[in-house]
């Protein structure tokens, strides 16, 4: 019996290598899946930390507008305000007229 070189693969070596195929196709899928999924989470860890950062920021800045609007408010400052800006001065009593 001779044993012919140029024959055709056997349907076997055919079906193991398309599921050899498959199976490296599925692997190469996974890899890059569970990459890009990795790479998601570092960048939405930095998209959290920069939000965080920021209203940290926002948070600073809204108390020292309380700290600057309770400054404004007192009345030293708005007596100094009234004074220079609009020229105001405290009445005399003969110009205060008392409404019932």
Known sequence: MQF???SKPSLLTSRVIAVGFVFLSVFIVEFFLKTWCG?????TGYDITYAMNKQQDLIDIQKNLKIELV??????VLMTIAKTKFGLTIPEPDQVILLP
């Open 71 to 76: 400054h404004l408010r007192s009345e030293e």
């Open 4 to 6: 012919n070189r140029k």
């Open 39 to 43: 790479v998601q989470c570092i960048r």
